[in-house]
């Protein structure tokens, strides 16, 4: 009891140094490992962006100019031989104003010792497809995907609730997910009703095709409800085909990933056109190149609107990036996007510059 | 207690286990071939990195995470090497088994007697920095003669049916090592090379354990590449003190020695594979030592004598 509450009191007091001194924390935490105190990381992505279509206006979250685009906070630990707990503080500029916030992003706890079996509960990223359950430090590219960021808003489907992952016995890695929750996304499943549950699954599979090559194949969908208390759908496909030779991988591989998203929202139907739901889909295809140890360059060509929607015009966006990463804990990102708009005379041009930076804890890599 | 628990979980996990070869999954190649030879026809041993990887940067590919999930014991290096990709398979296999203080779990690095710990606190500004003591023991004939009994225990709880078989296997190839050991020494010492130049801190535990030096690293601190200003410094460090050898270990770019044996054409610049299975050729655990000693002997006669 006494040592719960030693704990207690370490983990408030190494959160308020973190916050406040990031430097004092990475001096304060051990990275053995052989500590009680949680370990504690930080990220933080500094930008500058130039865009035809973005605001000039500094109280737009997104905005041209220099800005601290994101800096997140992420306390893990072992909670007891049990359960693993993640807590993870998302900092960030607030909508309207030039002043910053802090949000939990993802608060959970989830099980060790379950055969099979990962049972999560909390606020996280739901398991809807391959990007949405990235953090913004991970993004491979410094944008989320179009369809992400149009169907689920800044902070994707990002929910409370509850998660079961179980791997299938197959001769492959199989992975089937299942998660409830309580809707609150800002833009997709807004229902302010504590009774209405909204549901993930995701079915995960990947292949190693020979000792340098991988194959993941995914398929997820949701359920849920808007926030008129209508019903409204998403579905999702992802396949990715990894590369990374077992002689000379530090220096060269070879990731191609494409996923596809769907969304069916009735609320937005109108009696006029005749469509009895309205629908967005749209699908992101990105190649990254790791030509050097410490060098990136990556593509991507995104379309959205494929249901022939006419209420929607469709837009295309080609990106193109180049990385550079002194270590495994900084690097600096130079991107440029052309977004085109079906019948709208202008392309929008964008160019960016962000700066990532890890501290603390060594990340363990998700692959 | 806690001792008495763990005596009949090996023992429930016998009976379970009575008939089926233990399923053993090392971190390494070099701890899977001494289990290999440690279990014989008792086990069935995986290596989740090659001996041509890096194994600071394995990823934590999901086909390891099925293959743990059916492992009966996982055998980890330790000493924060694995921190970044170990973690994660482990999670992701959904094995109780084998998490962290349970009898399937065996961390070597805990019971060695660890070099290079950094006094004080430790910064990322020195590099990646291993803070626990360098992780590299595998090198080191004599540390993996300790592991094998290790092993052997840890085989033997789990399967109390052939502990004696183990046992007696551990006993050989630790007789083996120290007899080797000696052999390799008496080698190394008539070769006259007393320096030599390495990329990273992968020798510490080979040289410490052979007689030899290190007096610059290619590497201008761990995990960070060479820069041309710090090849000029190694340079200057070859000449001065007449070292006749360099050692790249093999998953790393060779090519930026060129610029040094452009301008010391008498240095000895060699690319070695450093864990089993690095090269065709390197298949048992004594053929990657004598390999590295031969790689020594190369540069006999050349340098200072
Ligand atoms: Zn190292």
């Known amino acids: 009891m006494y040592l719960r509450l030693l704990r207690t009191s370490v983990f408030c007091v190494s959160l308020v140094g973190g916050v406040f001194s990031f430097g004092l924390a990475h001096a304060e935490v051990s990275i053995k490992g052989k500590s009680m105190n949680p370990d504690i990381s930080a990220n933080f992505l500094g930008l500058w962006q130039q865009g035809t279509g973005i605001s000039n206006t500094r109280t737009t979250t997104s905005h041209n100019g220099f800005s601290l685009q994101e800096a997140e906070l992420q306390l893990t630990s072992d909670v007891d031989p049990y359960f693993r707990a993640s807590v993870l503080f998302a900092i960030s500029q607030t909508a309207g104003s030039t002043e910053f916030g802090i949000e939990p992003e993802e608060v959970f706890v989830e099980t060790l010792s379950l055969p099979s079996f990962t049972v999560r509960a909390g606020k996280f990223k739901m398991a809807l497809g391959k990007h949405n359950m990235l953090h913004t430090h991970a993004f491979p590219f410094i944008d989320a995907p179009l369809i992400h960021e149009r169907l689920l808003g800044g902070e994707g489907l990002n929910e409370v609730g509850v998660s079961a992952a179980a791997l299938v016995p197959t001769p492959w890695y199989s992975e089937f997910t299942a998660q409830v929750f309580n809707p609150s996304n800002e833009t997709f499943y807004g229902s302010s009703s504590s009774s209405s549950l909204g549901t993930v699954f995701h079915w995960k599979n990947l292949w190693d095709l020979s000792d340098a090559l991988t194959l993941e194949v995914g398929l997820s969908g949701s359920h849920g409800k808007t926030a008129a208390d209508q019903s409204a759908h998403l579905w999702g496909s992802d396949i990715t085909l990894k590369w990374r030779p077992s002689e000379g991988g530090k220096y060269h591989a070879l990731i191609w990933t494409t996923e596809y998203l769907d969304g069916t929202h009735a609320e937005l139907a109108t009696t006029t056109s005749g469509d009895a739901q309205n629908r967005l889909n749209g699908i992101a295809t990105w190649i990254q190149w790791q030509f050097a140890e410490r060098w990136w360059l990556q593509g991507r060509y995104e379309h959205l609107g494929l249901s022939e929607n006419f209420a929607i015009p469709s837009e295309n966006r080609e990106s193109l990036l180049l990385g550079y990463f002194p270590s495994e804990f900084s690097g600096l990102r130079l991107q440029y996007d052309l977004l085109s708009t079906q019948n709208k005379l202008k392309d929008d041009h964008r160019i960016a510059l962000q700066a990532v930076f890890s501290i603390g804890a060594h990340p363990a890599h998700a692959y | ?252 770019d060779p090519t930026v020695t060129e610029r040094i044996r452009q301008d010391l054409p008498s240095v000895r610049s060699k690319t070695v594979a450093i864990q089993v299975g690095g090269d065709p050729e390197i298949k048992t655990y004594d053929d990657l030592i004598e390999k590295l000693v031969q790689a020594v002997e190369s540069a006999s006669g050349r340098g200072r004598s």
């Open chain 2, 1 to 252: 207690m806690k001792r008495n628990s763990l005596v009949l979980l090996a023992f429930f996990g016998c009976m379970s286990l009575a008939h089926a070869r233990l399923q053993v999954v090392a971190t390494l190649p070099d701890f899977a071939a001494l289990t290999t030879e440690i279990g014989g026809e008792w086990v069935d041993v995986k290596s989740i990195a090659k001996g041509t990887q890096d194994p600071h940067f394995i990823e934590a590919k999901p086909s390891f995470m099925r293959v743990v999930h059916d492992a009966d014991l996982v055998i980890a290096n330790g000493l924060e090497l694995e921190v970044g990709w170990l973690p994660s398979i482990l999670r992701g296999a959904r094995n109780p088994k084998v998490m962290e203080g349970n009898p399937g779990f065996l961390d070597l690095g805990a019971s060695i007697q660890a070099l290079d710990i950094p006094r004080g606190s430790v910064s990322r500004a020195d590099g990646d920095v291993h803070a626990s003591g360098n992780p590299h023991y595998n090198l080191d004939p004599i540390r993996m003669g300790d592991c094998a009994q290790r092993i052997a225990d840890r085989l033997g709880q789990l399967d109390a049916s052939h502990s004696q078989f183990y046992l007696d296997k551990a006993v050989a190839f630790r007789k083996r090592m120290i007899e080797k050991t000696k052999a390799w020494t008496a080698r190394i010492k008539a070769s006259g090379v007393h320096q030599v130049v390495t990329y990273h801190k992968s020798f510490t535990y080979f040289f410490n354990r052979f007689g030899i030096t290190s007096p610059a690293m290619l590497e201008p601190k761990p995990g960070i590449p060479p820069t041309s200003t710090h090849i000029l410094e190694v340079i200057r460090i070859l000449r001065d003190q007449k070292v006749p050898l360099i050692l790249v270990e093999n998953y790393f």
